[in-house]
């Protein structure tokens, strides 16, 4: 079966500053996906971007990268310039399947507070 | 906005009661997926419909029922309440499914909070 780790319960960052987010999966899967979500305060979860596993560049979107590092099975989130807004929790996730399983799996996320 | 709505958004009701939880999927979209997160047990699969049919059932208990209707919206039914069941209900859809869909997000709705008193 498909897991995903998120070692670090909390982080915190000072607005302008970058921070990286930890994930690792492990999988025998050659073909998937890794995807990061925010969830703020409010409570609805927002995709902010994925890597798929023959994808030969990191994922960009914005101030958001994905640092892919295969062979470590490692998928760490970077946020550039951190904004008081990024401040909520984000959960890394892949999807996995099995014979008669689709669906997406999740880390237990990690706490993002971001200080004046 | 992902386009993916839930109604309602709150719901506070008493133990032994029934709610139904509604969700519509994104325009084109044939996957619903329904999860259930609580503070103890974070992102729980409940149960995923492609264009109709049941195509997987996660940690749902037999309280817990799902269908998705011929317009693909879907509905989560929770009888039997227990305080135990208060948690964030989500919906998401996905365009595919299956082996060949690895690479495409689930799209989240916002949510419905249920509260069991």
């Known amino acids: 079966a498909q897991k995903i780790t998120q070692t670090q319960p909390g982080m915190f960052v000072q607005e302008k500053e970058a921070v990286t987010l930890d994930c690792t999966y492990d999988t025998s899967d050659p073909s998937y996906g890794l995807f990061w979500y925010k969830q703020p305060s409010s409570g609805e979860m927002i995709f902010l971007i994925y890597?798929?596993?023959?994808?030969?560049q990191n994922a960009t979107e914005g101030r958001y990268s994905l640092n892919f590092q295969k062979a470590r099975k490692s998928a760490n989130l970077v946020i550039s310039a951190s904004q008081l807004g990024d401040s909520a929790m984000y959960f890394c996730a892949m999807r996995e399947y099995d014979y008669n399983t689709d669906k997406l799996i999740f880390g237990t996320g990690t706490r993002l507070q971001v200080f004046p | 906005d992902s386009g993916v709505t839930q109604t309602p958004k709150h719901l506070i009701t008493a133990t032994g009661q029934r709610v139904t939880l509604r969700c519509s999927p994104r325009?084109?979209?044939?996957?619903v997926y329904w999860y259930q997160q609580s503070l103890d047990q974070g992102l729980q699969f409940l149960i995923h419909y492609y264009n109709g049919e049941e195509r997987a059932k996660g940690n749902i208990l037999e309280r817990f029922s799902a269908q998705q209707f011929p317009d693909l919206h879907s509905e989560l039914n929770l009888s039997s309440l227990e305080l135990g069941d208060s948690a964030l209900y989500f919906c998401?859809?996905?365009?595919?499914?299956?082996?060949?869909?690895?690479?495409?997000?689930?799209?989240f709705g916002n949510g419905t909070r249920l509260t069991v008193t």
């Open positions: 998401a859809s996905s365009v595919e499914e299956g082996k060949s869909s690895y690479n495409s997000p689930l799209h």
């Open positions: 325009s084109g979209d044939l996957s």
């Open positions: 890597q798929g596993s023959y994808d030969q």
